[in-house]
């Protein structure tokens, strides 16, 4: 537990300082390109929020989806709901940007209204990574989400919207209640956004921050994406809310970092998609308990085998007495017997061989290419390893010396179907049983 709280610690602490000094350089890049008047073609101001609102759409949709597939993870919705919010002020600001570079107006007079969905874009952000953060909290202390909390996300859902239409209604679309978040004293015609407000969006996005780290002490990908993703609010806000004149190219390295980050949370989203689809695979054909293969997916293999006429041989084992120590001990005592057999069968047959458990305690092994002789030595050798070994470390591995019945089937001579060869395995296993158990029987 300590091991692990370390590693977590020196996680923490690496990411802190990597912050940090990317914090510093990013600032000293954007005062190197504050001393530069680049003409960059207003067409960019589309490129890049169109940009966002489709990637922003992305990660909503990606969202949206690993919840539906797992319920547990009601903070991943409540997060997708941020970047839906953020994908509403990006259209409002693609609307007047288009205004801006079709109808020729002036920068000054829309600069206010994109400030102010800049603003409330922020705000949508921080409030859905808080709520996230809390449920995630919960999830970490066992606590799943039920109705109503799924409830309370469908409300957070509705506040999305209802605060997009008063950032809306704050607007010029709206002039008896505009909000002005423009500081007009240095009279300049690219005016700058208010630092007051920067400087409270700047202090809430550290704080988040924080909360990100200490709660979640970055336990896996999409934390660490998030945090970064703040790591980038911060910059873009300290940056670009402060400047003494609004700054084109300085807008373009914001909104780029921006852009950088997102494509990090897509790329941690299709990852975990992957590890999804990659779990779901497994436990379909392994299992659980042993973590080898299991009956469906032998009996596949044999057939394939089969059909494709190789010559191979199939091992039938069963542990010998078995539901005596279930009884005895009882079943998590089993439990451990069958992994401890199975990792000893393991470690006795071939790298290319087929291990798997078709029953309770009974296993079997495909093998390829391989002649009735050399099959009997692996199945003699796998009968010894458990029988030594368990005898051995007695209570260690187990709580009595343990034995297995093996049968042997070869069809290299003869063509058979999967089901003959399964038939005549078991067969060969019921008489090695019946002659005194803890022995190989080769079927003839």
């Known amino acids: ?84 919010g953020s994908d509403i002020y990006c259209s409002e600001a693609l609307t007047l940007i288009q205004r801006f570079i079709s109808m020729c107006i002036p920068m000054n007079a829309i600069t206010n209204d994109l400030a102010i969905f800049y603003l409330f874009r922020q705000i949508t952000f921080i409030v859905a990574i808080l709520f996230a953060l809390y449920y995630a909290y919960l999830l970490s202390k066992n606590i799943s989400p039920d109705g109503k909390d799924e409830a309370l996300a469908i409300l957070l859902a509705f506040a999305v919207f209802f605060l997009a239409i008063f950032a809306h209604n704050l607007s010029s679309y709206n002039p008896q209640i505009s909000l002005n978040l423009i500081n007009k004293a240095n009279g300049h015609d690219r005016n700058a956004w208010s630092s007051h407000y920067s400087a409270l969006i700047v202090a809430a996005w550290f704080m988040v921050l924080l909360l990100v780290i200490v709660t979640t002490a970055l336990r896996n990908l999409l934390w660490v994406s998030i945090s970064a993703f703040c790591i980038s609010s911060i910059f873009s806000n300290l940056i670009l809310l402060n400047l003494n004149e609004y700054n084109f190219s300085v807008w373009y390295l914001s909104r780029g970092i921006e852009v950088v980050c997102t494509f990090f949370v897509i790329i941690v989203l299709l990852y975990d998609i992957f590890l999804m689809h990659k779990n779901s695979t497994m436990l379909s054909i392994h299992d659980p308990l042993t973590g080898i293969y299991n009956r469906a997916y032998f009996y596949k293999e044999l057939q394939q085998r089969v059909a494709s006429r190789d010559d191979i041989s199939v091992m039938i084992l069963d542990i010998d007495h078995f539901k005596r120590i279930n009884d005895r001990y009882g079943h998590p005592v089993g439990d451990a017997v069958i992994r401890c057999v199975v990792e000893l069968a393991r470690s006795a047959i071939r790298e290319n061989d087929v291990l798997a458990r078709i029953g ?28 030594i070994e368990t005898e051995k470390n007695v209570p260690q591995l187990t709580p009595e010396p343990m034995t297995v019945s093996i049968d042997v089937f070869t069809s290299s001579d003869k063509r058979f179907t999967a089901d003959e060869c399964i038939s005549f395995a078991d067969k060969a296993l019921y008489v090695a049983k019946r002659s005194g158990r803890n022995r190989v029987v080769v079927s003839e």
């Open 1 to 84: 537990m300590s091991k692990c709280r370390h590693r977590i610690n020196q996680r923490v602490s690496f990411f802190l300082g990597s912050a940090f000094l990317l914090l510093i350089g990013m600032f000293i890049l954007a005062n190197h390109l504050a001393t530069y008047n680049i003409v960059i073609p207003d067409i960019y101001y589309l490129v890049f929020t169109g940009l966002l609102l489709l990637l922003d759409a992305i990660i909503f949709f990606f969202m949206l989806f690993q919840f539906i597939c797992n319920r547990k993870l009601l903070y991943v919705a409540i997060l997708g709901l941020g970047f839906l």
């Open 360 to 387: 309770g305690e009974e296993f079997a092994v495909l093998m390829y290419n391989a002649s009735p002789q050399v099959a009997q030595i692996v199945a003699e050798r796998i009968r010894a390893r458990i029988a």
